[in-house]
């Protein structure tokens, strides 16, 4: 069965110090990768996605990750963090034969200090 | 355009009672789909229906149901309400039933008491 491990659920940083968030998934067949970002009280934003291609993938606000294949893991990074970086980080995984299911991890809180 | 739109905002219900939550997806998607995020937690998935059909239901009993309607939008259903589902339900659209991804809309809260 699928199941997606997110290590770290509280990440604290300085501002303007990099920053990397821990993704392993288990699964059996070949995945789509997705990295989203929750803001107090609000649903979850799109960050990147990984369906097939280049393994590093460039999403919004400067972050950025790599696909693993070896390894099963999907870490999400940042060369500078900002204070409005701070929220909850999921990363979520979705079977390319049933697609349609996105299997969550528990989230990691960023907490960007100034 | 206009994104994923949900309602109501809050809502709080009583044990036993029954609740309706709504979405209306982004125009031209065709697929929506309903998470359960309880605090804390990771959201859990319970519905994905596609051109009107269910396509996908996660482990939830059958006190949750769901329907999609002919103009895309979808209701969530949940009977016999428990303390436990108090959560944000969350609602997604996307284009086609596989292969991209989901846009949530800012979610329901129910809490019941």
């Known amino acids: 069965a699928q199941s997606v491990t997110q290590l770290d659920s509280q990440v604290p940083v300085f501002e303007e110090a990099p920053v990397e968030l821990r993704c392993n998934y288990s699964?059996?067949?070949?995945?789509?990768l997705f990295w989203y970002v929750q803001y107090p009280n609000q649903g979850l934003q799109l960050l990147l996605k990984?369906?097939?291609?280049?393994?590093l993938v460039k999403g919004i606000n400067g972050f950025e990750a790599e696909f693993n294949k070896s390894q099963t893991s999907f870490h999400l990074r940042k060369p500078s963090v900002h204070i409005s970086d701070t929220a909850e980080y999921f990363c979520a995984v979705s079977e390319m034969d049933s697609s349609y299911k996105l299997i969550f991890g528990s989230g990691t809180r960023l907490l960007v200090r100034p | 355009d206009a994104g994923v739109t949900q309602s109501p905002t809050h809502l709080i219900k009583t044990r036993g009672q029954h609740v309706t939550l709504r979405c209306s997806p982004i125009?031209?998607?065709?697929?929506v789909s309903w998470y359960q995020q309880v605090l804390g937690q990771g959201p859990q998935f319970i519905f994905q229906y596609y051109e009107k059909e269910e396509r996908g239901r996660g482990n939830f009993p059958d006190r949750f149901s769901a329907r999609q309607f002919p103009n895309y939008s979808s209701e969530l259903n949940v009977n016999a309400l428990l303390l436990g589902d108090s959560a944000l339900y969350l609602c997604?659209?996307?284009?086609?039933?596989?292969?991209?991804?989901?846009?949530f809309g800012p979610g329901t809260r129910l809490t019941v008491l």
């Open positions: 125009s031209g998607h065709k697929s």
């Open positions: 699964s059996s067949v070949s995945v789509y």
């Open positions: 997604a659209s996307s284009h086609r039933d596989r292969g991209n991804e989901q846009f």
């Open positions: 990984y369906l097939s291609g280049s393994t």
